[in-house]
């Protein structure tokens, strides 16, 4: 729609704006690290961050949702969080991330919960300032982004271009004040930035192109690599956890002692915890390690590209920081089979 240029003092006083104004959410330290987590000084906004513990898909598939409250007496009522918020910096590999998710929970069985949220949410993507030490988004095609946002936050040395892409973009963007529309200038460096973000996240290099890994693993299946990395897996899901793309939950009932009342809610899950693919009568579909280990390649690599045609894999480099046993990296596992493939 429009791009704004902003100076430092004017972008902050737009930031508090939008704090006085409604709920909102964005990257702040917390320690060495960087979290997502409830903004309340416009000050404590970090958009030179290089990337969050956790990824923003928290405020659209929390790690605990109750979907539903039920009584003997009045029966069932379903559970939404009704309140409108402002996401405030999200990177775009993460922005990738939720768009996927979008296209993935409104296909089968369309999620309710999930869109209640996602569309009460406004998001303010922004362009990354510092790379993390182990983000490949470069060789994903994930370094920048062109949709699903609201607002695109863009640093142009000490100035700020704000990008409005969508009318609840332009209602949050209404409270800026002391701006100015963005010159020629400054869109042709914007242009620059993107073509460096290319380069900058790119700290691993991935040795094919994202659209072969279909059949790269289509080819794979046997391939030792998987055993020999689950030999060293602890089954302990963290990959799974801090994975922008993950969205795996278990639906579980709390019912009262009196059992006259209780709730239904969902929590987070993941295909490499042990207990993930058991069933009734004690059978479990990826009993072995390196069985889990395989699926969560597969996953990302192969099956979801045949459902949405995009790899669901943004390269953020979340799960290779969060292995305890070293083993994560996607990056590694991929150009072993590529280089022992030909």
């Known amino acids: 729609m429009t791009v704004k240029k902003l100076k430092k003092a004017a972008f902050d006083k737009w930031v508090a704006a939008c704090i006085g104004n ?22 404590d906004l ?38 409108p918020f402002v996401l405030f910096g999200v990177h775009p590999y993460d922005m990738v991330a939720i768009s996927q998710t979008d296209k993935l929970f409104a296909m089968d069985q369309y999620d309710t919960h999930y869109f209640d949220r996602r569309q009460k949410a406004t998001i303010v993507a922004c362009d990354v300032q510092n790379a993390s030490k182990e983000v490949f988004a470069g060789c994903m095609g994930t370094a920048t982004v062109d949709d699903g946002f609201d607002i695109l936050i863009t640093k ?114 993941g295909c490499l915890l042990s207990e993930f693919a058991a069933v009734a009568g004690g059978h479990n579909f990826r009993r072995n390690r390196a069985d889990r280990y395989r699926h969560r390649y597969y996953r990302k690599g192969k099956y979801i590209p045949e459902k949405i045609g995009e790899v669901a894999c943004v390269g953020c480099g979340r799960c290779i920081t969060a292995c305890t046993a070293n083993i994560a990296n996607p990056v590694e596992v991929y150009n072993k089979l590529v280089d022992e493939g030909k």
């Open 22 to 43: 409604q709920r909102v959410f964005g990257v702040q330290a917390k320690e060495d690290r960087f979290v997502f987590a409830p903004l309340a000084n416009a000050g």
């Open 46 to 83: 970090r958009l030179d961050y290089d990337v969050t513990i956790l990824p923003p898909k928290k405020y659209f598939l929390p790690p605990r949702e109750t979907l539903l409250k039920f009584d003997r007496k009045e029966g069932f009522e379903s559970v939404f969080d009704s309140q």
């Open 156 to 269: 142009i040395d000490s100035e700020y271009l704000v990008d409005i892409r969508t009318e609840k973009g332009q209602a949050l963007a209404d409270t800026i004040k002391d701006a100015e529309d963005a010159d020629e200038m400054s869109l042709k460096l914007r242009k620059l930035v993107w073509a460096d973000n290319t380069k900058l996240l790119q700290k691993h290099k991935l040795n094919v192109r994202p659209d072969v890994l279909p059949r790269l693993l289509d080819r794979s299946y046997e391939h030792p690599v998987w055993e020999e990395k689950a030999q060293r897996c602890f089954s302990c899901g963290s990959c799974n956890l801090v994975c922008p793309t993950c969205y795996c939950f278990d639906v579980r009932d709390d019912v009262e002692w009196s059992l006259q009342k209780g709730q239904r809610y969902r929590v987070w899950d």
